[in-house]
């Protein structure tokens, strides 16, 4: 069934071990399957004990699930660290760039490098906006790059989330469950931290305190609720970070600045990361009927009495039609080539582009334009013939709804599955973070399909997570 | 700017945490009790009425006639298993849980471990197709609530939070004992004044039992059991840790500490005062002569009118859980 070329492997080159994974390799060699089985077992119980879980929605009967967790980490070495680093800083910066000037003066549209029609006409623009300058010009403080590998040198960037891109939670408790399970591993090899990410995202948000704030910048995060896919992952960060955990009925504006409901009274809040989308954040400028949001967020933050992080409108950013810009954007904004490519991207609104899609599906992977989560996606060649004539008649009905790339050949990661180490399929996000500077922690979030020959590598699809290592030398 | 003060929700939480916890070792109680007196020979309608008033006392079938016939088995899965149950065992756990994660934040990371795995080591033990055995169930729900007090005590910072907890178990305990004692006396006993025999014998050690006071009674009162002496003992006792009387100290020392923390008095002060002061200069002999049941439903609406009062002095009164709608909070993180 696949028409896939051989994946680049981390691990082994040929016969030989690739050299970031020579001493890891040589651990392993010495370790039984048994004992690395073990070890997987006393790290689920960890992971259940502690309460790591999401939620897979329409799944009532185990509504909060464990992520599958794969004990055989992905290394880089420090020269493919020092590549991905400048090039996803170089990328988070432009596309700050290109929001501020959306958002702004609109340069980009005027100089004719992207059609203004897909930018105001796009769902994801947001013309409340318009004229907004949040603290330090920065909308996107946090940023999740997608990053595939399919080749030695060849990373491409696969997506940007821009809005509320999650999974940095699994980055840091990954690393905190194999440094408890196999702490003589961390002796012998130099692996650099990832544990001041709490620390630097605070930094980040005491640097866009909003002009109201005339003391030490408070700080708090506004989830959803409990009942969110992601609510484990709000609560952790609100830990490392020593700060509140809200939610909309905590809060309350008044006089333009935003207060919580605490045991003493109101108390405010000058910078808020919200975990919420745009849509629910508040009923009186967005969706009315969200009973999420707070009634009044977007006026006092439209007159500096709060910084929201990120800003309202940055999905303009991260649309899958704008991604094919991104390159270009880069060469505007900052005058330099991109770092970390692009994958090549046929866009279906474009007819010739569209015709050349629908000729060859079989070898494409098409995705909805706005959708995410790994939800209303075709694999070409994973798909039975049946599969790919249902698709062909949405991508027909709304050919502006998609996009067709390649089908990479993702590279694979050992990975234990069962009784044996076999390869999987794996991709990786790195979280930018941008404030007064832009900021990267070496590491990230690396996902994996735990089916074998799987490209899907969400968790809502079954999905796993490896630990993530980037040597220091 | 204020510098001290949590979350009104979060407070509410903590103080829903304290109570959860503790009545879920007060089922468990009714329940060893029950099973005490099943092992004594004796007439088989007093071992199903053990049943029935446990039913009662956890405020499960407050009906009479609903409770007595109850099967045995039927009880023990209400007490311990049933999910539609509010006051089951696994719903206690569950709420504890559920609460605790909403504040996970603000619990230390002992504390919150051991709420999850109590949650989740009952939640194995409840699933359907599991042995279901009383006596171990019994011991775990008292070890594992203990487990969570005591990481309470021990890792908690003595700061609002904590007090908030505590508030919430001394409220839980005070209505837990008074609704203890109404269905014994009340409900099994109607005639309160009439005892001697040895089947009385036997039902007053069942409530000294339920109550886990049996050893505590007699070294504290040295004498024979007696109906004064029990409602005595587990109402007005300035000793026993789990006396109406003593926990309305613990409130009001909880209360204290939370105020003299915050530098401010609420306004749920005085009820507190109130109801102190009454409790200290009150004797049985007066609650059973205005009729101990009316005595009892008296504290147990003046107790849940202060618990009010509380949530309404720190801003977490109002229904609870005001989670948004689930459609809402489902919305999907990229």
């Given at each position: 069934?696949s028409n896939l070329p051989d994946s680049f492997d981390e691990?082994?080159?040929?016969?030989?071990?690739?050299?970031?994974?020579?001493?890891?390799?040589?651990?392993?060699?010495?370790?039984?399957?048994?004992?690395?089985?073990?070890?997987?077992?006393?790290?689920?119980?960890?992971?259940?004990?502690?309460?790591?879980?999401?939620?897979?929605?329409?799944?009532?009967?185990?509504?909060?699930?464990?992520?599958?967790?794969?004990?055989?980490?992905?290394?880089?070495?420090?020269?493919?660290?020092?590549?991905?680093?400048?090039?996803?800083?170089?990328?988070?910066?432009?596309?700050?760039?290109?929001?501020?000037?959306?958002?702004?003066?609109?340069?980009?549209?005027?100089?004719?490098?992207?059609?203004?029609?897909?930018?105001?006409?796009?769902?994801?623009?947001?013309?409340?906006?318009?004229?907004?300058?949040?603290?330090?010009?920065?909308?996107?403080?946090?940023?999740?790059?997608?990053?595939v590998r399919t080749g030695q040198?060849d990373?491409f960037?696969?997506?940007?989330?821009?809005?509320?891109?999650?999974?940095?939670?699994?980055?840091?408790?990954?690393?905190?469950?194999?440094?408890?399970?196999?702490?003589?591993?961390?002796?012998?090899?130099?692996?650099?931290?990832?544990?001041?990410?709490?620390?630097?995202?605070?930094?980040?948000?005491?640097?866009?305190?909003?002009?109201?704030?005339?003391?030490?910048?408070?700080?708090?995060?506004?989830?959803?609720?409990?009942?969110?896919?992601?609510?484990?992952?709000?609560?952790?960060?609100?830990?490392?970070?020593?700060?509140?955990?809200?939610?909309?009925?905590?809060?309350?504006?008044?006089?333009?600045?935003?207060?919580?409901?605490?045991?003493?009274?109101?108390?405010?809040?000058?910078?808020?990361?919200?975990?919420?989308?745009?849509?629910?954040?508040?009923?009186?400028?967005?969706?009315?009927?969200?009973?999420?949001?707070?009634?009044?967020?977007?006026?006092?933050?439209?007159?500096?009495?709060?910084?929201?992080?990120?800003?309202?409108?940055?999905?303009?950013?991260?649309?899958?039609?704008?991604?094919?810009?991104?390159?270009?954007?880069?060469?505007?904004?900052?005058?330099?080539?991109?770092?970390?490519?692009?994958v090549?991207?046929?866009?279906?609104?474009?007819?010739?582009?569209?015709?050349?899609?629908?000729?060859?599906?079989?070898e494409?992977v098409?995705?909805?334009?706005?959708?995410?989560?790994?939800?209303?996606?075709?694999i070409?060649p994973r798909?039975?013939?049946?599969?790919?004539?249902?698709?062909?008649?949405?991508?027909?009905?709304?050919?502006?709804?998609?996009?067709?790339q390649p089908t990479l050949a993702l590279s694979t990661?050992?990975?234990?599955?069962?009784?044996?180490?076999?390869p999987r399929h794996i991709d990786?996000?790195?979280?930018?973070?941008?404030?007064?500077?832009?900021?990267?922690?070496?590491?990230?979030?690396?996902?994996?399909a735990?089916?074998?020959g799987s490209l899907?590598?969400?968790?809502?699809?079954?999905?796993?997570?490896?630990?993530?290592?980037?040597?220091?030398? | 700017?204020?510098?001290?003060?949590?979350?009104?929700?979060?407070?509410?939480?903590?103080?829903?945490?304290?109570?959860?916890?503790?009545?879920?070792?007060?089922?468990?109680?009714?329940?060893?009790?029950?099973?005490?007196?099943?092992?004594?020979?004796?007439?088989?309608?007093?071992?199903?009425?053990?049943?029935?008033?446990?039913?009662?006392?956890?405020?499960?079938?407050?009906?009479?006639?609903?409770?007595?016939?109850?099967?045995?088995?039927?009880?023990?899965?209400?007490?311990?298993?049933?999910?539609?149950?509010?006051?089951?065992?696994?719903?206690?756990?569950?709420?504890?849980?559920?609460?605790?994660?909403?504040?996970?934040?603000?619990?230390?990371?002992?504390?919150?471990?051991?709420?999850?795995?109590?949650?989740?080591?009952?939640?194995?033990?409840?699933?359907?197709?599991?042995?279901?055995?009383?006596?171990?169930?019994?011991?775990?729900?008292?070890?594992?609530?203990?487990?969570?007090?005591?990481?309470?005590?021990?890792?908690?910072?003595?700061?609002?939070?904590?007090?908030?907890?505590?508030?919430?178990?001394?409220?839980?305990?005070?209505?837990?004992?008074?609704?203890?004692?109404?269905?014994?006396?009340?409900?099994?006993?109607?005639?309160?004044?009439?005892?001697?025999?040895?089947?009385?014998?036997?039902?007053?050690?069942?409530?000294?039992?339920?109550?886990?006071?049996?050893?505590?009674?007699?070294?504290?009162?040295?004498?024979?059991?007696?109906?004064?002496?029990?409602?005595?003992?587990?109402?007005?006792?300035?000793?026993?840790?789990?006396?109406?009387?003593?926990?309305?100290?613990?409130?009001?020392?909880?209360?204290?500490?939370?105020?003299?923390?915050?530098?401010?008095?609420?306004?749920?002060?005085?009820?507190?005062?109130?109801?102190?002061?009454?409790?200290?200069?009150?004797?049985?002999?007066?609650?059973?002569?205005?009729?101990?049941?009316?005595?009892?439903?008296?504290?147990?609406?003046?107790?849940?009118?202060?618990?009010?009062?509380?949530?309404?002095?720190?801003?977490?009164?109002?229904?609870?859980?005001?989670?948004?709608?689930?459609?809402?909070?489902?919305?999907?993180?990229?």
């Amino acid at each position: 069934m696949s028409n896939l070329p051989d994946s680049f492997d981390e691990m082994h080159q040929g016969g030989d071990i690739s050299p970031p994974y020579k001493d890891f390799a040589t651990w392993l060699m010495s370790e039984s399957l048994d004992e690395l089985k073990l070890k997987a077992e006393e790290a689920e119980n960890l992971f259940r004990r502690i309460g790591i879980t999401f939620a897979v929605y329409g799944d009532e009967e185990s509504a909060e699930r464990l992520i599958p967790f794969d004990i055989i980490p992905r290394i880089f070495s420090a020269l493919e660290w020092e590549r991905i680093d400048r090039g996803v800083k170089q990328r988070a910066d432009a596309l700050n760039m290109f929001i501020a000037d959306i958002y702004g003066p609109q340069a980009v549209l005027k100089d004719g490098i992207v059609p203004s029609a897909m930018i105001l006409e796009n769902e994801a623009y947001v013309p409340q906006m318009q004229g907004v300058e949040p603290p330090g010009g920065t909308f996107a403080h946090i940023i999740g790059t997608d990053l595939v590998r399919t080749g030695q040198n060849d990373f491409f960037v696969l997506e940007d989330n821009c809005r509320t891109p999650s999974g940095v939670s699994y980055m840091l408790e990954n690393r905190a469950i194999m440094m408890r399970l196999l702490p003589d591993l961390f002796d012998q090899i130099p692996v650099r931290e990832v544990s001041d990410y709490g620390t630097i995202l605070r930094q980040t948000m005491e640097e866009v305190a909003p002009a109201a704030c005339d003391d030490a910048p408070v700080l708090a995060i506004l989830t959803p609720g409990s009942y969110n896919s992601a609510y484990y992952e709000h609560s952790f960060l609100a830990e490392e970070m020593g700060i509140p955990l809200v939610m909309g009925t905590d809060l309350t504006v008044e006089n333009n600045r935003v207060f919580m409901r605490t045991t003493r009274g109101l108390k405010p809040i000058d910078v808020l990361y919200r975990r919420i989308d745009d849509a629910f954040l508040d009923p009186l400028a967005f969706r009315e009927d969200s009973l999420l949001g707070v009634p009044g967020l977007f006026e006092a933050y439209k007159n500096g009495g709060i910084t929201l992080v990120n800003a309202p409108g940055t999905g303009i950013a991260d649309d899958k039609a704008i991604y094919t810009y991104v390159p270009d954007l880069i060469r505007y904004y900052l005058g330099e080539e991109p770092i970390l490519p692009n994958v090549p991207t046929l866009r279906c609104d474009i007819k010739e582009e569209c015709d050349e899609a629908l000729s060859k599906m079989e070898e494409l992977v098409f995705k909805q334009v706005h959708g995410s989560g790994g939800y209303g996606m075709l694999i070409g060649p994973r798909a039975t013939k049946e599969q790919i004539a249902e698709f062909r008649i949405q991508v027909e009905e709304r050919p502006e709804e998609y996009v067709a790339q390649p089908t990479l050949a993702l590279s694979t990661s050992p990975t234990l599955v069962g009784d044996k180490i076999a390869p999987r399929h794996i991709d990786f996000r790195p979280f930018v973070l941008s404030g007064r500077e832009t900021r990267l922690v070496p590491g990230g979030l690396t996902r994996v399909a735990m089916r074998e020959g799987s490209l899907v590598v969400n968790s809502s699809q079954g999905g796993g997570v490896k630990d993530t290592w980037v040597l220091d030398r | 700017m204020i510098e001290v003060g949590m979350l009104s929700r979060v407070a509410g939480n903590l103080f829903w945490i304290g109570r959860f916890v503790d009545r879920s070792t007060n089922v468990a109680r009714l329940a060893d009790a029950a099973r005490r007196i099943e092992a004594i020979p004796g007439p088989v309608t007093l071992k199903s009425s053990e049943w029935a008033s446990a039913l009662i006392a956890a405020g499960v079938r407050p009906k009479e006639e609903e409770a007595f016939g109850v099967s045995r088995a039927e009880a023990v899965y209400t007490l311990f298993r049933d999910k539609t149950n509010p006051s089951s065992v696994i719903s206690c756990f569950q709420q504890a849980r559920e609460n605790a994660r909403s504040v996970r934040v603000d619990l230390s990371q002992e504390v919150w471990e051991a709420i999850n795995d109590t949650w989740l080591d009952f939640s194995a033990l409840c699933a359907p197709g599991s042995q279901f055995d009383l006596e171990r169930a019994i011991g775990d729900v008292k070890g594992d609530s203990a487990r969570i007090r005591g990481s309470i005590n021990e890792t908690l910072m003595r700061n609002d939070g904590f007090y908030f907890v505590k508030l919430g178990q001394a409220i839980e305990r005070i209505d837990s004992m008074a609704r203890l004692v109404d269905v014994k006396y009340h409900v099994l006993l109607p005639d309160a004044q009439d005892v001697g025999s040895s089947q009385d014998r036997t039902q007053w050690n069942a409530l000294l039992w339920a109550a886990s006071a049996q050893r505590a009674y007699s070294y504290a009162t040295k004498s024979d059991i007696s109906a004064r002496g029990v409602a005595q003992f587990l109402l007005l006792s300035a000793e026993f840790p789990r006396s109406i009387r003593f926990n309305v100290g613990q409130l009001l020392q909880a209360l204290t500490a939370l105020e003299r923390y915050y530098e401010f008095e609420a306004d749920c002060r005085a009820d507190v005062i109130d109801f102190t002061n009454w409790i200290e200069k009150t004797d049985v002999d007066a609650l059973i002569s205005r009729g101990l049941h009316e005595s009892l439903t008296d504290i147990v609406t003046r107790n849940h009118q202060i618990a009010d009062a509380i949530a309404s002095s720190y801003g977490f009164g109002g229904p609870r859980n005001e989670e948004a709608t689930l459609a809402d909070a489902r919305q999907e993180q990229n």
